[in-house]
T-cell receptor, first 113, second 114 residues
Framework: RKEVEQDPGPFNVPEGATVAFNCTYSNSASQSFFWYRQDCRKEPKLLMSVYSSGNEDGRFTAQLNRASQYISLLIRDSKLSDSATYLCVVNIAYGGATNKLIFGTGTLLAVQP | DTAVSQTPKYLVTQMGNDKSIKCEQNLGHDTMYWYKQDSKKFLKIMFSYNNKELIINETVPNRFSPKSPDKAHLNLHINSLELGDSAVYFC?????????????FGEGSRLTVL
């Protein structure tokens, strides 16, 4: 079983739609959680951190459920420019201040005009 | 002014050859990483260095040898290349802080082994 699992998609949605991505992780020692975005043939970039209380950044809302080891990302009012692969990322405790970020396989979003 | 730069961006080579990828960051970060992204787009950590010291080595074959001459550079040398080594290799850096999730990636080096 992969440490971080996501539905690979693709999710094909019309502009303006609301879309939700889910992610589960297996390591209960995971300390912190993130969503990254990767455009086609580009490097991944941090989209947002995920907190237990839930957090919002414009049209994007992230939620974490530690008990269920489940992370979600909601995108409202989808734009064409949101088309990308969304990577769920978990930071495993490695000792000291060393970060070991484990990436999910990503969910591909294609927003259609 | 590129924060994390890798060279070369593209590399095509024959099986059995040896090749190197160089990485430099000008962000003043203490920690640098190599990740491999395979054809299924799975991004997997290979190595992590903190201020020139190897911290993470994810059971990568010893044909892969990272070298960090200083904290701003982390190079990757691969011996006896195999077909399965074909992938995009990403270098990244981060500040030395607990719980930081922000890795700054280079643009990737696409390696094709024929």
């Amino acid at each position: 079983r992969k440490e971080v699992e996501q539905d690979p998609g693709p999710f094909n949605v019309p502009e303006g739609a609301t879309v939700a991505f889910n992610c589960t992780y297996s390591n209960s020692a995971s300390q912190s959680f993130f969503w990254y975005r990767q455009d086609c043939r580009k490097e991944p970039k941090l989209l947002m951190s995920v907190y237990s209380s839930g957090n919002e950044d414009g049209r994007f809302t992230a939620q974490l459920n530690r008990a269920s080891q489940y992370i979600s990302l909601l995108i409202r009012d989808s734009k064409l420019s949101d088309s990308a692969t969304y990577l769920c990322v978990v930071n495993i405790a490695y000792g000291g201040a060393t970060n070991k970020l484990i990436f999910g396989t990503g969910t591909l979003l294609a927003v259609q005009p | 002014d590129t924060a994390v730069s890798q060279t070369p961006k593209y590399l095509v080579t024959q099986m059995g050859n040896d090749k190197s990828i160089k990485c430099e960051q000008n962000l003043g970060h203490d920690t640098m990483y190599w990740y491999k992204q395979d054809s299924k787009k799975f991004l997997k950590i290979m190595f992590s260095y903190n201020n020139k010291e190897l911290i993470i080595n994810e059971t990568v074959p010893n044909r892969f040898s990272p070298k960090s001459p200083d904290k701003a550079h982390l190079n990757l040398h691969i011996n006896s290349l195999e077909l399965g080594d074909s992938a995009v290799y990403f270098c990244a850096s981060s500040p030395l802080r607990e719980d930081t999730g922000e890795l700054f990636f280079g643009e990737g080096s696409r390696l094709t082994v024929l």
